[in-house]
Each structure stands twice: as C-alpha cells, then as structure tokens.
C-alpha cells in the first residue's frame, strides 16, 4: 500500500488537483465552492491511524487485486460526511463522475498500466467498512485458510425469535442490575489504573480512531479546554429493516422470521414517546467557546438504557483522553434524568469528576429528617445551610450557617453574621454555635448519599450553568440526523452506522479547525491554491 503523509497528502493535491483547474476550466467553480473542505482535508492528518486501518487486511496471505488505500477509503468517507451525502451508491457515483472529488480522497486518476480509474465501487466501501468490523485476522500459518467473519454471513438471511430475545435479555439481569455490575467492574478498573476490553472490539476501534485523528488534534490546537464539562445522552435511531421481519419460506419454529437487521431491537423513544426497532447512538460532547466537539460515539441496542450506555465507555472515555489528550482532565458529566442512578454517580466520583445530572421526579432523593429534599441540610431553625466547600482529600461537602458570610473589609477576610438571614430571632447556645467563626458546621460524604450529596449542589448558578451545556450533544445528534440524513433510516447495519457516525464526529472537527485557522475559506480557486501554499511552506518550514 502507498505511504501517504500530510506533506504528500498536501504535494498530491498541489501534483494533481492545480493541473486539473488549469486543464478544466469549467471546474474552477465547483472546486471553489469546495474550498472549506479542500482546506479541511488538508489540514487533516489520518496517518496515526495507519497502523489500525493496515491490521484489518491480511497482507500475509494476499489474494486478488491489490487493495485500495485503506487511508484514501477513509479520507473518502470523511468526505462524504463533509458534503452531506448519505448513500453509498449515489456517492461511488458522484465520484465517477467528478475527478476533483477522486484527487480529494488521494486517488489516483489513472491506473498503473495507464486506463483511467474512476475510484472505488459500491462493494468496496462496504468491504472496507466490513473489515473494520472483522479486525485484525488471526495469526496462522500461510496454508491455513480464514474466512471473514463479515463473508461468512453475507447475504445470508437472519433467523431470529424477537420475542424469544426480549424475554432472555430480561431474564438475564435487568437494566439497573447490569448497570451495577458495569459501574463495580469499572470502578475496580479505576483503581487499577486499567482499561476495559471494549477498547479491543469493533467499537474500540472506532473510538480509538476518533482519538487519534480529531480529538487529539483538536486538543493540540486548543480547541479542547483542558477541564471538560462533558455533555451524555443517547438518541434512538430507526432501522431501515422491516420490524415484522419476513416469513420463512421453510418449515421453522413458530415465531421465528428473517431480518434483514440482524441486530436491531425493541426499544422506547422517550422524547416522542413511542416505541421503535432499531438502534440507540450514545455520545460524549464537550462544549466549547465556539464548538460542539464530539469526544465519543457508540452505536448499541434499542432496548439499552442511557445510563447504562454511559457506564460502559464512560472510563474507556478517560482513559482515551489520558492517552491522546493527556493535557485535558473530564472536570464535570452533564445528563439528563434518565441518568439519575446511584451507581452512576458513584463511576462519575471514581473518575474524579463532579456530577450534572437532573433528578428523576418518579425517584425522589431519600429525604431524612436532617436535610430536605434536595439533600441539603437544615440549620437547626429549619432553613436551608450554605454549602461552605469540598475537600477532596476527606471526600466530605462541608456547610455552615446560612447567616455567616465570607467577605472582605478593608483587605483584611472576615465573616460577617447577617441576623436577617438566620431563621431563629437570637441564636441559640444549645442548637447554634453563635462564638463560632462558621459555625455550625455540617460535614457530609457524597457516597453516603450520592444522588444528593453533590459537588456542585443541584439549584445553585453553577450547576445552572452547567447543565445547560448538556444541549451540546442534542445539536449533535442533530447533526447526524439532518446532515447524515440518519432520520431517514439509510442503513439496516449497526456497523454502517458505527463507521458513518465516526466519519461525521470527525468531520465536525475538520470544520472548527477550519474555521480556526482560516476564518473565512478563500471563495475562488485561484485564492484556494494561494492558501495550500501557504499551507505547504508551513509544512516546509517546520521540517
């Protein structure tokens, strides 16, 4: 396979698409109308993830025509997602018949022996996707012949029992008991300082590559702060399959049909309050000054919970951040009420984080006569305790009388007893401790009581601020949904929709760095080669 650098991206792009502008003239229009993305790709770096995209094809036992550029395939659907197409087919047509977009993907237009190549196929892009799912081969000797699992079953029609599913899946364990054992393995994780096997899987290969080609750039470029206040939710995704499925042809048990999906499931769609057969997208964005950058992106059953989504990559998230932004630190989890659970703030505190998260009103906080509703103490005339601090090396909230005030006067710090504020009309010996500089003082352990015994107390402007970020992930489903065209139910594969996703979580940071860099994009071609220049002797000069 060719070497293909940023430089050499760059000088394949000076080599191959200048000469096309100049021998096309009737194509500087299009390719201007391009230049937000010419300059995005460019600014794009895949070659850290050269080494994962090369594993997934068996080079020891090579067979057939030499394979397409497995950084090219990648850079192509990246384009894709840059132009807001969603369907394979229309796309490998569009490349067909427009070469600046094939000179964009880093393909040649010409084959070795001289005939034009039109780019890839249809079957190219989905084998390309396929072998991201089978991964690596496994290590045989050079007469053992292995089949691609993703081969094995293509074409193949899926037999399965829905129903039969649905009451194994609940007999197993249910949703909140599976979050339990997720959030103590996880935790035990934590303390190790290790990382769980989902980083090997399918998925783990996408979150890696997510990493490694946007999130740390981003974090190089300082688009990423380094505290993050990172915003979770999920977001149901509708299966093109039929949910009936198909009638056998054959004789086979009662209740079985094919599917042309063989991994959709049943699952409830809270904001339109329905149910659906499908898939469930789960994201972590950070929202920044400017952007909304997607951090992570997994794509899992219908029927999974939020939270427990959230559970499992949660840590993978951190440890990803630790090996490829290890200058950002997750400061605060932004969710919603359907991650209001005790062992899910218990993982957000083994990762040292502090979190944001809404009360579920059908699951109100375990009120004691000491504190009300909210978890917040009550001074001994009954009113609400002013939250003094968190340390973290007790792990204790700390709040004292809500009629002393810290403040300053003259230079010098003092605190101030404001009578209008306390409850009682003269402080009490026996209840107050009115000698006392803060006096008196409450000390509570968040894991006593995790859902209410926050860091940032739930109704102060902190935690409003705060959770109002949570939006941040909306708008990116918003992204898949309208620019992805994912409303539409374009695919019946939960992979396709894995490796699409990923391509459009990047292609949303190649347009910050775009908009970083250049702020406005060049409106003619003649100013886009001027820019690549300038691009190019930057590259120059840093070498």
């Not at 880093?106 to 001289?114: I, N, Y």
């Not at 892009?125 to 699992?149: I, N």
């Not at 008991?177 to 996880?186: E, F, G, H, I, S």
């Not at 990559?313 to 630790?322: A, P, V």
């Amino acid at each position: 396979m060719p070497e293909h650098t940023p430089p050499r991206y760059r000088a394949h792009l000076a080599r191959h698409l200048i000469p096309y502008i100049e021998a096309h003239p009737d194509a500087r229009g299009r390719i201007a109308a391009l230049s937000g993305l010419v300059l995005g790709l460019a600014l794009l770096d895949l070659e850290p993830a050269r080494a994962d995209l090369a594993a997934c094809y068996d080079d020891g036992h090579p067979g057939g025509r030499t394979p397409r550029d497995p950084v090219c395939m990648l850079r192509a659907l990246i384009l894709m997602a840059l132009l807001g197409e969603h369907r394979i087919n229309a796309w490998v047509e569009t490349l067909h018949g427009r070469p600046e977009l094939r000179i964009l993907c880093g393909f040649s237009l010409t084959r070795p022996d001289g005939r034009p190549d039109r780019g890839p196929g249809v079957a190219t892009f989905y084998d390309f996707m396929a072998r991201l799912l089978d991964g690596p081969p496994p290590a045989r000797s050079p007469r053992t012949r292995w089949t691609r699992p993703s081969i094995r079953r293509r074409g193949s029609k899926f037999l399965r029992h829905i129903k039969e599913e649905k009451r194994q899946r609940k007999a197993s364990r249910p949703p909140m008991t599976r979050m339990r054992a997720v959030v103590k393995r996880v935790t035990e994780a934590a303390a190790g300082r290790g990382h769980t096997s989902r980083l090997h899987g399918f998925a783990g290969r996408m979150q890696q590559l997510l990493a490694k080609v946007a999130v740390a750039r981003s974090a190089t470029l300082g688009l990423l702060p380094r505290l993050l206040d990172v915003a979770a939710d999920g977001s149901a995704i509708r299966t093109h399959a039929r949910p009936a499925g198909r009638r056998p042809d054959g004789p086979v048990e009662a209740g079985h049909r094919h599917y042309s999906d063989p991994e959709a499931t049943w699952g409830f769609d809270a904001t339109r309050d329905r149910y659906y057969f499908g898939h469930k997208a789960h994201a972590f964005v950070v929202r920044t000054k400017t952007h909304e950058l997607p951090l992570r992106l997994d794509i899992d059953g219908a029927h999974e919970p939020d939270g427990v989504l959230a559970a499992r990559d949660l840590h993978d998230l951190k440890h990803l951040l630790g090996e490829h932004a290890p200058g950002c630190r997750i400061r605060s989890v932004i969710a919603d009420a359907a991650y209001d659970a005790e062992a899910f703030y218990r993982l957000v505190d083994a990762i040292d984080a502090a979190p944001v998260i809404a009360l579920n009103p059908a699951n109100p906080v375990r009120d004691t006569p000491d504190t009300d509703a909210d978890g917040v103490p009550l001074c001994p005339g009954g009113c609400r305790m002013r939250r003094c601090g968190y340390n973290k090396r007790r792990g204790v909230i700390t709040y004292n009388c809500p009629a002393k005030r810290p403040t300053r006067r003259g230079g010098e710090h003092l605190v101030v007893f404001h009578p209008d504020d306390c409850p009682l009309e003269k402080p009490r010996e026996d209840m107050c401790d009115p000698h006392g500089k803060l006096g008196p003082l409450v000390h509570i352990r968040p894991g006593d009581n995790p859902r209410a015994n926050l860091r940032i107390p739930r109704g102060s402007d902190t935690f409003e601020a705060l959770y109002r970020k949570r939006t941040a992930v909306e708008r990116f489903f918003s992204v898949l949904k309208v620019r992805g065209k994912w409303a539409q139910r374009p695919y019946r594969r939960r992979f396709v929709y894995q490796v699409m996703g990923t391509a459009h979580a990047i292609a949303v940071h190649v347009r910050a760095w775009v908009e970083q860099r250049f702020g406005k994009v060049p409106k003619d071609a003649d100013a886009l080669i001027e820019a690549l220049g300038a691009l190019c002797e930057e590259e120059a000069a840093a070498a």
